[in-house]
């Protein structure tokens, strides 16, 4: 391996220096520290060359096992697809022994959607089953291509949404939300829907909180009464993500979150956004053909997401 690449390990890094990749919010040190739980040590890894950052992974040990992230929708290893080989493999076997070292018993990695970036997501596979890790899960990822004037709407879908419009039904930004508001709306929404709530209210209010400018909320409204909203969280400036869409069965017939989705790709364009996540549509590898085809009558592409697994000797 080339001498002049060398692996730096801090807890919490306050600034990556020159760093050649594209970052991600989850594995950045403020979301870091919003994700660890008491007891938790954390070890970030850095790809060094010179002033250069090539790669990092941000590990949380957790009893006897390493696991990336903590409490996000993604975290594993960052670079850039034209990185070198060698250097991956390098940076990899590094992490590895170190964790090894500390008797470790395995290492997870739940890595991001492979259309977010699929250059690097190719590569990065490569890397990981070269250096023995197997994929444990794959979920079904859908996001949107922001780029087109206008989205790329199923018929069906179209008319939903002028049907929407004629009601009055209207979009807009929530400025300075009532979390507590939000949260409940969430609750029974995925209630309704008998899935669970993946963050109390005053974790929510604590994200948001630590991580200001990086939350906001978008919903649609009749004659000023809530009938839809998304929590989006700003990924950096090339991705939003949807967080938590939800709706009001009152109000289905008007189909809000369709409004909601095409004011958000409208905002994208706006913002200059490339891509919006709107997330996994499978759980534990089980396909949730009512949300797939959601999304895809919005012209949602689809991508896997994997977790991968390392066991140590």
Same mark, same amino acid.
């Given at each position: ?9 801090l ?61 996000? /929708?993604?975290?594993?290893v960052? *670079?850039? =697809? $034209?990185?070198?080989?060698? +250097? @991956?493999?390098?940076? %990899?076997?590094?992490?590895?022994n ?5 008797g470790? /018993?395995r290492?997870?990695?739940? *890595?991001? =959607? $492979?259309?977010?970036?699929? +250059? @690097?997501?190719?590569? %990065?596979h ?16 859908q ?5 087109e ?8 879908t ?17 400025v ?40 906001q ?16 969280v700003?990924?950096?400036?090339r991705?939003?993500?949807t ?44 396909r ?26």
């Open positions: 391996m080339n001498d002049h690449y060398t692996v730096q390990i807890p919490f890094p306050e600034t990556i220096p020159q760093p050649l990749f594209e970052r991600f919010l989850f594995n950045e040190t403020p979301h870091l520290k919003g994700q660890a739980q008491p007891g938790d040590e954390v070890l970030t890894f850095l790809l060094r060359k010179g002033e250069d950052t090539h790669a990092r992974l941000s590990v949380f040990l957790v009893n006897d096992q390493g696991v990336s992230p903590r409490r996000a /929708t993604f975290g594993g960052e *670079s850039y =697809p $034209e990185i070198p080989a060698e +250097a @991956l493999r390098f940076f %990899l076997q590094e992490v590895l170190q964790l090894r070292s500390i470790l /018993t290492l997870v990695i739940r *890595s991001f =959607p $492979e259309g977010l970036n699929p +250059a @690097l997501a190719r590569v %990065l490569q890397r990981y089953l070269d250096a023995g890790f197997t994929v444990t899960s794959t979920e079904l990822n996001h949107l291509a922001v780029g004037r206008e989205m790329m709407l199923h018929d069906s179209r008319r939903r949404l002028k049907k929407s419009l004629r009601e009055g039904l209207v979009f807009e930004e929530w300075n939300p009532v979390w507590a508001e939000v949260h409940a709306f969430v609750a029974a929404a995925r209630e309704r829907k008998q899935r669970p709530m993946t963050m109390s209210l005053e974790t929510l209010q604590a994200s948001v909180t630590q991580l200001p400018g990086v939350f909320v978008f919903t649609a409204r009749l004659q000023g009464k809530l009938a839809a909203l998304t929590v989006t700003r990924i950096n400036d991705i939003l993500y967080l938590y869409p939800a709706d009001d069965p009152e109000f289905l017939d008007l189909s809000p979150l369709i409004l909601v989705n095409a004011g958000l790709y409208q905002y994208c364009l706006d913002q200059q956004y490339q891509i919006l996540d709107l997330g996994i549509s499978t759980e534990n590898g089980i949730n053909e009512g949300l797939i085809r959601f999304k895809k009558n919005l012209g949602a592409l689809e991508s896997e997401k994997h977790s991968y697994q390392f066991l140590f000797d």
